[in-house]
């Protein structure tokens, strides 16, 4: 039996990103991981919320991200918060390398998921927001909730 492709299924989503940042452009990465990692993934035990990208060398790496160690593991379970490496073509990293060096941009993952049997990461070039710019978001959110509600009730 041929297994879907373009299935996904999300692992973590980093929800606060989207509210602290703008998000500038995306880029889906493959993700350096070893066996018990994989299987941790499949458990459900991830977490991206303090992770964050940087480039070193030529190479995209994955700092803060917490995979929790596989409940089954034995000695060579692998370490939660290891750097991880991204993996992605030399061309894109270099751009995103000059973009980096802006001040004020930074590398973001927004989610960790599979796609068919493989492990993604979508990262985000990013620029922090301003308070005024969370606000004025959180008051379009709140405008658009209640012309929803008034079309809904005039059904």
Known sequence: MARDSSKERDLSVNRKARHTYHILET???????VGTEVK?????????AEAYGRIDGGEMWLHGATIGEYSHGNIHNHAPQRPRKLLASKREIAA???????RGVTLVPLRIYFKGHLVKV???LARGKKLFDKRQDQKKRSADRDIRRAMTRRR
């Open 40 to 48: 941790s993934l499949r458990e459900g035990g991830a977490s991206i």
């Open 122 to 124: 979508e990262m985000a």
């Open 96 to 102: 995103w390398n000059r973009k980096v060096r802006e």
């Open 27 to 33: 880029l889906e990465c493959g993700i350096v991981l």
